[in-house]
């Protein structure tokens, strides 16, 4: 039986840069994934938006746009990089210019991809948490739908026609719709 060799970050460091699609490692095995389409950059793009707009008038933390790498594990590797992500001002001494992100943001927001499955989104929530992130927003643009998963209790579920908060973020508010028009 063959062993499988586990990529590190330093081999995903070395990697090219590509147009057509992005890498993540979940357990050591390189992900190669495919551009988002439309559907998922616009709820990704709007939730970038609104968290930068927030975060500039109420300075708790920084938004991080879509494909910055996380490192939530090392052995064996988990690198990530969430659709939106925020990192409140008590974890910013961990960001350092031109490195890579050790440890999970505060907020981590992934959007669902018509290839996504459930069991896969959920996965990534856990590991996200796992490595202590606070929130997990999972984004269904099919179903016009965000959960929130945290570190204690089950998973807030919102529809359309309810407004996204966060304890992490007070005064931040959002119709749910908006993330998706």
Do not use: K
Not at 135 to 143: A, T
């Amino acid at each position: 039986m063959a062993t499988q060799t586990l990529v590190t970050l330093e081999d995903v460091l070395a990697l090219p840069d590509r147009d057509d699609c992005r890498y993540e490692v979940e357990d050591g095995e390189l992900i190669e994934a495919s551009l988002p389409r439309p559907q998922h950059q616009v709820a990704a793009t709007n939730l970038v938006i609104d968290l930068g707009i927030y975060l500039r008038a109420n300075p708790v933390g920084r938004a991080c746009a879509s494909d910055t790498p996380f490192v939530l594990r090392r052995e064996p590797l988990v690198l990530r990089g969430p659709d939106a992500a925020v990192i409140l001002n008590g974890n910013l001494a961990r960001v350092q210019p031109d490195q890579i992100i050790e440890g999970a943001p505060d907020i981590a927001v992934e959007v669902a991809s018509p290839s996504n499955r459930p069991a896969g989104m959920l996965r990534r929530a856990a590991e996200f948490l796992e490595a202590g992130a606070l929130e997990v927003w999972l984004v269904w643009p099919g179903r016009n739908e965000i959960h929130i998963h945290t570190q204690d209790g089950p998973p807030s579920f919102l529809a359309a026609a309810d407004t996204l908060t966060s304890a992490l973020l007070p005064g931040f508010a959002i119709s749910v719709a908006s993330v998706f028009v």
